[in-house]
């Protein structure tokens, strides 16, 4: 069977942005910069960011911090990936100075996640600046979060430099994550797929007071211009830095939500290691072309699922002839992707019963059930490998959370 299919923007080159002075983007940064820092002026900073931290023109936060007379740039703090973006996925990052500008820069992912009260010190006001994927399970919430403890704590200000969220603001997926797996890959009860920009999930870690402090933080968020919710990153016009080097292009979010949590197990290919991040279901022992007939008669809506022989350069995998499919996307707004990975999981159980995925898996289950936010997802996918049981409750979730938090929305 022949299948035709529109390329869409998605899978579109990204755009190198428009530096012109009619962008239709403005980011909290480059509102700061229009507001000539008046928030931040005549005060010590401390700037929490990393290589995403820059304007339209690709000029760092940092930079743009430290070269301004209104603000005194005292102090950096790197997240994981560091403050300049030259860590590997989790490596532990120990505290520098930043070459560039001899600033002092301590890290928030290695001897701890939260600002100390001797890294705060001589800061007047601490600025959050990262462009973030819209996923739970991916850690620069969790550090904002952290780090608005630690100024609540301490009587500091908190400055958001607020940005798009790639996924756009209406798309919402997965369930919230139980008190008792709460953890720094799912520090929030928010779903899977949020739908909010940073400073929106700050506003709402603030009023909900998810935070372990009796203390409330004083919150500012400097919003962005022309951003809408339907927007996707590619429509933003601005440049793409990778978020972590296996998120290359800004469509790499979509993917990432499509197959890093099956990536937990450790039985599966996600395509980490080789040129597709994210963009595939692959083993050893599959028949390619079986399991992209059997994906594609799903009829899944706005993906579609082409067979691909491939080997990994690095990684767990590599080296090793790898089978399965490359997920193609193309109807943003139709597809669900968390769910896309369970579809993967429970046509592989049907087509190699004799491949037990959680026997095999077994030491892995702790950050599988950190990232779904729960160990009910692993207990009642397990008994009979269906997805529907469990979507029903990721959609009823979803849509409870995006009705509640449209009190947050800074933006329509």
Known sequence: MLFLVN??????????????????????????????????RGKKVGLITNATGVDARLKSTIDILHESSEVELVALYGPEHGVRGDY???DKVESYT???????????YGATRKPTVDMLKGVEVLV??????????????????????????QDIPFVVLDRPNPLGGLKVEGALVEKEYESFVSA??????YGLTPGEVARMIATEQWMETDKKVSLEVIEMKGWKRQMTFEDTGLPWVPTSPHIPHPYSSYYYVASGIMGELGVFS?????????????????????????????????????????????????????????????????????????????????LYPDVSIFEQSENRWNMFDKVNGTHQTRLQFSADFQ??????????????????????????
């Open 128 to 153: 959050y600046d990262i462009q973030d994927i819209g996923v739970r399970s991916y850690t620069y919430i969790s550090t904002m979060g952290l780090a608005m403890e630690a100024a609540a704590e």
């Open 188 to 193: 929030f009860p928010i779903p899977y797929v």
């Open 88 to 90: 590997a996925a989790g």
């Open 7 to 40: 390329i869409p923007s998605v899978l579109a080159q990204e755009s190198h942005g428009d530096t012109s002075d009619n962008r239709q983007i403005i980011t909290g940064l480059e509102h700061l910069v229009e507001m000539n820092f008046e928030p931040l």
């Open 387 to 412: 997805v529907e049981p469990l979507l029903k409750q990721w959609r009823t979730a979803a849509t409870a959370f995006q009705d509640y938090s449209k009190q947050y929305w800074m933006y329509e």
């Open 270 to 350: 996600e395509g980490v290691g080789y040129t597709l991040p994210f963009q595939v279901f692959a083993a050893e022992w599959i028949d390619e072309q079986l399991l992209s007939e059997s994906m594609n008669n799903l009829n899944l809506p706005g993906v579609y699922f082409r067979p691909i022989v491939f080997k990994p350069f690095y990684g767990r995998d590599q080296s090793k002839t790898l089978r399965g499919v490359q997920i193609h996307l193309y109807d943003f707004e139709s597809v669900e992707l968390m769910p896309l990975q369970f579809y993967f999981m429970q046509v592989h159980s049907q």
């Open 98 to 108: 930043d070459p560039s500008t001899g600033i002092p820069v301590y890290s928030l």
